[in-house]
C-alpha cells in the first residue's frame, strides 16, 4: 500500500496520475470526497468492483455509488433521465447528492448488486474529480470503512480499516461534510429519500416538489423490504453499548445516574458537555450543526478506543443536517433511546 498526501484545494498532478493508473489496472484506490472517503475502483470492471466489496467484507447484493465527473459520464452510465431530473442534476452537481437512475448495460451487475439501477454522483472534491477525470473512468466507491465500521472521514480511519488491502490512500486531510451522501431515488414520482444526508429534505423539496420520505428512513429502521438493499444490514454499532437521550433537559442527570454504576463517556455539544465530568467527546456546537456532522463518526471510534464501558449521546433536532446525524446516531445505538431517568434502570445491566 501506498499513501500520498495530497492538497485537498490544489491536488500535485504527479499522485494523481499514480492513482489514476492503479484505477485504469483495476486496483483500488481511497480518496477524499465532499462528505466521506471512498473505496474506488473501474465501476465498468466487474474484477476490480468484486475487489472493493473483498476488502470491505460486504454482502455483494449492495450496490455501490458510481461517481462521475462530468455529464458525458452519467449518459454513459444511466438512461431515461428525465428532462426535470436532468435539470436538478445540473443545478446541483458536483455535490452531495447521489440520484438513483436506470443504469446501461455497460454497468455490470457487480457495481448494482444485480439490481436495474444504478446510483450516481458527482462529487464536490477536486481530489475526487481529478482522479475521475484522469482515470477516464466512472468510479465505482462505497465509504472506505470496514462494513462494521463508521464511515472514515480521515486517511488515518482509512488505514486502520483497510491497511493491506488497498493499492493507494490518497490522504487530503479531514472530509468536508462527515456524513454520506443523501440519497434519492428519482426512476419513481415523487421521488423516494433513501438516506438522508448533507443535502437536506428541505432542499429537495425546493426542487423536487413532493418527496417520499419512507418510515424506515426517518426511523433509520433497518428493514427487510429494503428499498436500498444497504437498509436491510445492521449498520456500524459501537463496540460499546450507546445510548441517545432524547431530551437535553435531562442529560446531564441521565450520564450521571449511568455514571453511578458504569464508566459512561457523554457524547455532546459544547454547549451541553459544559458543566459535565470527564470522559467526554465534545462533537461540536448546537449553534451549527454541521460541526457535529463533521465530527460524528470519529467520536464513534473515538468512544470505542477510549477508556469507559458505554456512550451517551445527546439528540440534536432533526431537521437539516440533523435529520442525518439523527439518522446515523439511531443505527449506531441499535435504537437505545432513553426519555426518562427510569429508562436507565431499564437499560443498568445491558
Ligand atoms: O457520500 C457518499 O455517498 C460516500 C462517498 C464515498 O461518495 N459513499 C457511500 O457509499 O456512502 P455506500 O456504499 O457506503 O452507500 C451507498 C448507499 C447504500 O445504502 C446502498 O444500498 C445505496 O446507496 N444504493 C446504491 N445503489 C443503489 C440502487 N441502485 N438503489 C438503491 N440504493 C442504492
Ligand atoms: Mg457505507
Known sequence: MIRLKVDPLNPEADSIRKA??????????????????????????????????????????????VHIADFEQLEEVAKDISESV?????????????????????????????LDTVAVRMPAHPIALQLIRESELPIAAPSANLATRPSPT???????DLDGSVDVILDGGETFFGVESTVINVTT??????????????????????????????????SAMALAPGMKYKHY????????VEKNSIFSDVVNLFRQRRKAVALCSAE????LAPPKIVMGTKENLYTVAKNLFKSFRELDSMDGDIGVMESFPERGIGLAIMN?????SAHRVISSLEDVERYAND
Open 154 to 160: 480521515t486517511a488515518d480511519h482509512v488505514e486502520e
Open 328 to 332: 446515523r446516531a439511531k443505527k449506531a
Open 20 to 65: 489514476a493508473e492503479v484505477i485504469k489496472a483495476g486496483g483500488l484506490v481511497a480518496f477524499p470526497t465532499e462528505t466521506v472517503y471512498g473505496l474506488g475502483a473501474d465501476a465498468l470492471n466487474p474484477r476490480a468492483v468484486e475487489g472493493i466489496f473483498r476488502a470491505k467484507r460486504r454482502p455483494m447484493d449492495n450496490p455501490l455509488i
Open 189 to 222: 414520482t415523487p421521488p423516494v429519500l433513501l438516506r438522508p444526508g448533507p443535502f437536506t429534505v428541505e432542499e429537495l423539496r425546493n426542487l423536487f416538489g413532493d418527496v417520499i420520505l419512507p418510515k424506515e428512513v426517518v426511523e433509520a429502521k433497518e
Open 86 to 114: 436532468m435539470e436538478i442534476a445540473q443545478k446541483v452537481w458536483p455535490g452531495p447528492l447521489t440520484l438513483v437512475l436506470k443504469k446501461r448495460d455497460v454497468v455490470p451487475p457487480e457495481t448494482t448488486g444485480g
Open 237 to 244: 454499532a459501537p463496540t460499546k453499548p450507546l445510548y441517545i
Open 272 to 275: 451541553t458537555c459544559a458543566d
